[in-house]
């Protein structure tokens, strides 16, 4: 049985908060990429969706861009 999405906010609207912030503060796939210690490609299948983030690689991603997890997890 897969594990459902433990959130308030769709896994879209997550990406799509990220992809924002990312824009925001010049953030690139790369950068997040080196942070959360995968490669560029990974990232981008997250961000698009094909593969689900995780929390954990939620909150590195919110400590990459610098700014609160809480900003990326509000639909």
């Known amino acids: 049985m897969a594990a459902q999405w433990p959130l308030e906010a769709t896994q879209a609207e997550v990406t799509a908060a990220i992809r924002a912030e ?4 010049g953030i ?3 950068h997040l990429a080196d942070a ?3 490669t560029q490609q990974s990232i981008s299948r997250r961000l ?3 593969t689900q983030l ?3 690689e939620i ?5 990459t861009i610098g700014c609160p ?3 990326l997890l509000t639909p």
């Open 54 to 56: 995780t929390i954990e």
């Open 59 to 63: 909150t590195i991603i919110a400590d």
């Open 36 to 38: 959360l210690g995968t």
């Open 28 to 30: 690139d796939q790369q």
């Open 69 to 71: 997890a809480s900003r």
């Open 48 to 50: 698009c969706g094909t």
């Open 22 to 25: 990312m824009a925001r503060h």
